[in-house]
């Protein structure tokens, strides 16, 4: 305490200074209305310098809110660039009043984050942090903000396991934007950056950096979302078909905010395949035997036991008796004899 009390007493003429150069500003900032806007101007660009760097430094920590939002923004968006074009063939094939009929949304997202993620393996897979209390299910489709990723294979309560499109067992249903020739694409383990597109017909009229967009023809991902661009031929052609090389717009390698893709017409449009194949769905049995179904369950019957061929019955020999001596017969007594 002596010590504090030294040191003012030692520079207690400082602090005098100190007091009458503030009460002086005050004096002259309060009374004389140049100075006050000349000070008002110069504090305003001081706590604006201050603000914008505080304001620099906060911002970092709500870049991951800003980046959901977005993401947020981006999938609504996209959802009703679909519907739109959904709308846009219906008015080509039937009639105009087709306009003012309520427009059936189908489709819709579950927004999720990767944890997990593999892209050197044989068989990859992605790990999101969404079950099914989020409503997300197994074959729903996942997109990024660049294009396709994977469908959901397996679901927990809160996390789910996606089939990467970096994974040769998905094979993906896509088209040709500019021509509308469809194929189906498939990783064939080489590069994360690049997959096949098999199945395309010898006479297709195909170009390098032709967009690569899902056809449609499955439940699981709505028709024009992105998938790739053409590169080139990537493996010789044969009778009648060609696979061309495609390079992957989703960067595999830096997935972070995913999109589920619900369909709320999946049901129906699974009942009408398996009615289609012949497939009861109540009883679980096939209807109709001339269509081979694409997946049929065969549950294994009990083997009965196989019957041993029928031997031959020989015939029991009996022992042949030697043949016995005939005995002299004797004459009947009934006449005289001469």
Not at 112 to 138: E, F, K, W
Request: net charge negative; aromatic share 8%; hydrophobic share 40%.
């Amino acid at each position: 305490m002596n010590n504090l009390l030294n040191f003012f007493v030692k520079h207690s003429a400082w602090f005098i200074f100190a007091i009458y150069v503030i009460l002086s500003l005050v004096l002259l900032f309060k009374d004389n209305p140049y100075q006050q806007s000349v000070y008002l101007t110069s504090a305003n660009s001081v706590s604006a310098a201050v603000y914008k760097a505080f304001n620099g430094i906060t911002s970092y920590f709500h870049l991951r809110g800003i980046n959901e939002s977005l993401q947020e923004r981006n999938a609504a968006l996209e959802m009703e660039l679909i519907e739109l074009r959904g709308q846009l063939s219906e008015m080509a094939l039937h009639s105009p009043d087709s306009l003012h009929q309520p427009a059936l949304k189908q489709y819709s997202f579950v927004m999720a984050h990767v944890i997990s993620n593999s892209i050197a393996q044989t068989n990859n897979y992605i790990t999101i942090d969404r079950g099914h209390l989020d409503g997300v299910s197994p074959e729903m489709g996942v997109i990024d903000q660049n294009g396709v990723v994977g469908i959901v294979n397996v679901v927990g309560p809160h996390a789910a396991r996606v089939i990467s499109l970096l994974n040769p067992h998905i094979r993906l249903s896509c088209k040709l934007r500019a021509s509308g020739f469809y194929g189906s694409l498939v990783w064939d383990g080489k590069s994360p950056q690049h997959a096949v597109l098999e199945e395309l017909p010898k006479h297709l009229n195909w170009h390098k950096g032709d967009t690569i967009v899902t056809s449609g023809y499955s439940a699981v991902f709505p028709e024009g979302i992105i998938v790739g661009t053409v590169e080139g031929l990537a493996r010789g052609m044969s009778d009648s078909f060609v696979s061309l090389r495609i390079r992957l717009t989703t960067n595999f390698s830096q997935l972070s905010s995913v999109r589920v893709i619900t369909n709320s017409m999946k049901e129906q449009i699974d009942a009408l395949r398996r009615a289609e194949q012949g497939i009861d769905t109540v009883a679980g049995i096939q209807t109709r035997p001339e269509i081979k179904p694409e997946i049929v369950d065969v549950v294994p019957q009990e083997e009965k036991p196989k019957k041993q061929p029928a031997q031959p019955v020989q015939p029991v020999q009996q022992p042949v008796q030697p043949a016995q001596p005939d005995e002299p017969v004797e004459p009947e007594s009934g006449g005289e004899q001469p």
